[in-house]
């Protein structure tokens, strides 16, 4: 009965923040969880629960799986918003209930935070769980990335579900192993492309094998730590693989997968394992190829990331970075450019960013091609304009400011072809200062 009326109370409240033309967030997931951190337990779900997790990559993931499922003629909940620890999952659901706490749908689809999955999954349904990667990240919020393995590597010595893994990044095809009576794991991998390197040109985890610890043997590094590689002591690595993607064109955004070709919005590798991975859960799920090259071809990145815009009739792309690969990523995609391009980095170090900024010296800066200026702002922006200075960029071609919108008009001073990198918390004010500075069309 405690539940009924959390539920109703809640449903009220959403009813009221839609009034006030407000989403709310996690805001209802947070007062029911702090009425009852039991609620999970509650709620009846007759469908395929599929979660994705991931450093980078999630909410595109999730999304991707969503839109691809919903183009199929599913019915999907999904917590699109990115809302994804234990709160946010909450709200999702506490929105699309009944007062019984049945869920209407054919598939539940939700982003959840790395560290929130023992926590949201230890009372709620999960049929299939899938990781991209793990990378180090908020240090100060997630530890160490071996911590963050471990706690999730306890969570799957009990779940005997659908587990679809990265086997081209060490630090999640180790989790594989975690539970020997499980039968329902499936690896996938992509082959190498054509800026794919032989050593490793930026920061990287898992360089020893976590069983055994012999140094890992690398036939090739797609980005940071993930690419083809074995251990020569025990083999691990040396996986059966589910679903492998091949004939990377990211010029002409597409790739092959089980003798057929997929159009993509997008020409970043990091992409290819995300559309590698929503590949992998719908044929799991039995959907039909057809569905899933109309939704590949039609599904946008937005939301900054890898986001496609046009301010004032200057190209521009956006993108989340807030660890040093995700910048290393960006990076990669601008110096694939040929164009030449300008840069505004901007850098937060708000709670939700993590208080500890030190990881911007992983960013490989060095060599960037045919960029003319930088533009850096935030609360950050000098540190991350010393860190670009210290990396051989002319000091006269760097621009700081504390203020944003001052940073965007000195920004647009030019028509050259824009390339915008954020953070956590300063990728949407940063999006807002791009609208409000556009004059031509909305973002």
């Known amino acids: 009965m405690k539940n009924f009326f959390i539920i109703l109370a809640m449903k009220i409240l959403n009813l009221i923040l839609k009034i006030?033309?407000?989403?709310?967030?996690?805001?209802?997931?947070?007062?029911?969880?702090d009425w009852n951190p039991k609620i999970f337990k509650y709620f009846k779900v007759n469908c395929p629960v599929i979660a994705v997790s991931a450093t980078n990559g999630k909410t595109m993931t999730n999304n991707c799986i969503g839109y691809t499922l919903k183009t199929a003629g599913y019915k999907v909940v999904s917590n699109i918003e990115g809302n994804n620890m234990e709160t946010g999952i909450l709200s999702t659901i506490l929105k699309n209930c009944t007062l019984t706490g049945k869920i209407k749908a054919d598939y539940l689809v939700f982003e959840v935070d790395e560290s929130y999955i023992p926590v949201v999954f230890k009372d709620f349904r999960l049929d299939t769980l899938v990781?991209?990667?793990?990378?180090?990240?908020?240090?100060?919020?997630?530890?160490?990335?071996?911590?963050?393995?471990?706690?999730?590597?306890?969570?799957?010595?009990?779940y005997n579900g659908n587990l679809i893994l990265n086997n081209d990044d060490p630090n999640v095809s180790r989790l594989g192993q975690a539970n020997p009576s499980n039968e329902n794991i499936y690896y996938f991998s992509v082959d190498r492309?054509?800026?794919?390197?032989?050593?490793?040109?930026?920061?990287?985890?898992?360089?020893?094998?976590?069983?055994?610890?012999?140094?890992?043997?690398?036939?090739?590094?797609?980005?940071?730590?993930?690419?083809?590689?074995?251990?020569?002591?025990?083999?691990?690595?040396?996986?059966?693989?589910?679903?492998?993607?091949?004939?990377?064109?990211?010029?002409?955004?597409?790739?092959?997968?089980?003798?057929?070709?997929?159009?993509?919005?997008?020409?970043?590798?990091?992409?290819?394992?995300?559309?590698?991975?929503?590949?992998?859960?719908?044929?799991?799920?039995?959907?039909?190829k057809e569905a899933i090259q109309k939704a590949f071809a039609n599904f946008k990145l937005n939301n900054g990331r890898l986001e496609e815009i046009e301010i004032n009739g200057v190209k521009t792309i956006i993108n989340l970075?807030?660890?040093?690969?995700?910048?290393?990523?960006?990076?990669?995609?601008?110096?694939?450019?040929?164009?030449?391009?300008?840069?505004?980095?901007?850098?937060?170090?708000?709670?939700?960013?993590?208080?500890?900024?030190?990881?911007?010296?992983?960013?490989?800066?060095?060599?960037?091609?045919?960029?003319?200026?930088?533009?850096?702002?935030?609360?950050?922006?000098?540190?991350?304009?010393?860190?670009?200075?210290?990396?051989?960029?002319?000091a006269e071609k760097i621009e700081p400011y504390l203020n944003l919108k001052e940073a965007v008009k000195s920004l647009y001073k030019t028509s050259t072809k824009k390339y915008v990198i954020a953070n956590y918390t300063a990728l949407q004010p940063t999006r807002h200062a791009l609208k409000e500075h556009n004059t031509s069309k909305e973002i």
């Open 321 to 394: 970075a807030k660890n040093p690969t995700g910048s290393n990523v960006s990076l990669r995609i601008l110096n694939e450019d040929d164009d030449e391009k300008e840069l505004l980095f901007v850098l937060n170090d708000n709670i939700a960013d993590g208080f500890d900024v030190s990881w911007i010296w992983d960013i490989n800066f060095n060599n960037l091609n045919n960029v003319t200026r930088i533009v850096t702002s935030g609360t950050r922006a000098y540190d991350i304009a010393i860190r670009i200075k210290t990396s051989g960029f002319p």
């Open 193 to 288: 492309y054509n800026f794919a390197t032989d050593t490793i040109k930026e920061a990287g985890e898992g360089k020893f094998c976590p069983f055994c610890k012999t140094r890992l043997e690398y036939e090739y590094y797609q980005y940071s730590h993930v690419g083809k590689f074995k251990c020569p002591n025990c083999n691990f690595g040396d996986n059966e693989i589910y679903k492998s993607a091949s004939n990377v064109d990211l010029k002409n955004r597409c790739f092959d997968i089980d003798g057929t070709t997929y159009k993509i919005n997008g020409n970043s590798i990091y992409l290819i394992y995300n559309y590698t991975a929503v590949y992998s859960v719908c044929s799991l799920y039995n959907i039909q």
């Open 131 to 158: 990781i991209l990667n793990f990378f180090r990240d908020q240090l100060d919020r997630n530890g160490e990335v071996e911590s963050l393995i471990l706690r999730i590597n306890e969570f799957l010595k009990t």
């Open 20 to 33: 006030c033309h407000k989403n709310g967030g996690n805001f209802l997931g947070k007062i029911a969880y």
